[in-house]
């Protein structure tokens, strides 16, 4: 019974998948699915012709497995030229050089970003921020960041 409505139906099955596919790809953007929707008009297109059912769910698969491989990675490359390079947000502090504003107590201080912001910071190494002083002026170097915290260690490099 479901063999004979695949058979005599498989273009309603092959249109259902392309709009279901379609649909999670206005979600995803990723073109995934948009490869399979495209394997998925193969198999729209051969269930007019008197191959089996079997055959166009094989050419799907091949059709949708040769564009995943073959056309998305240039898509997507494509999509992604011309991106801004900037780094923006936490991504954008680690690394970024920055001064002393308060002296450190028990490994907790105020440091001053290059980018101008003050934030609060601690040292990296908690066994020796209370052993290691920073003092106003000292420079610091943010390894990462805690919440609201920078956290920091002393710059080892050449001053500003």
Do not use: C
């Not at 649909?23 to 008197?50: C, H, K, N, Q, Y």
């Not at 970024?96 to 201080?109: C, I, K, M, R, S």
């Not at 002026?137 to 943010?142: A, F, K, M």
Request: proline letters at 5%.
């Amino acid at each position: 019974m479901l063999l004979d409505f695949l058979i005599e139906y498989a273009w309603v099955v092959w249109v259902s998948l392309i709009l279901i596919f379609l649909i999670i790809e206005v979600f995803t953007l990723d073109f995934t699915f948009l490869m399979l929707a495209i394997g998925s008009v193969a198999g729209l297109a051969t269930s007019f012709t008197p191959l089996a059912f079997w055959v166009q769910v094989v050419l799907v698969g091949i059709v949708s497995v040769l564009l995943i491989f073959a056309v998305r990675p240039p898509l997507i490359r494509r999509l992604h030229r011309g991106e801004d390079p900037a780094l923006s947000n936490v991504a954008a502090l680690l690394g970024q050089p920055a001064v002393v504003v308060t002296d450190f107590v028990a490994g907790n201080g105020y440091v001053k970003l290059s980018n101008g912001e003050t934030w609060t910071a601690r040292l990296s190494d908690p066994a020796t921020a209370s052993a290691r002083t920073l003092d106003t002026g000292d420079r610091v170097v943010v390894v990462t960041i805690d919440g609201a915290t920078a956290v920091v260690e002393p710059d080892e490099r050449k001053p500003l």
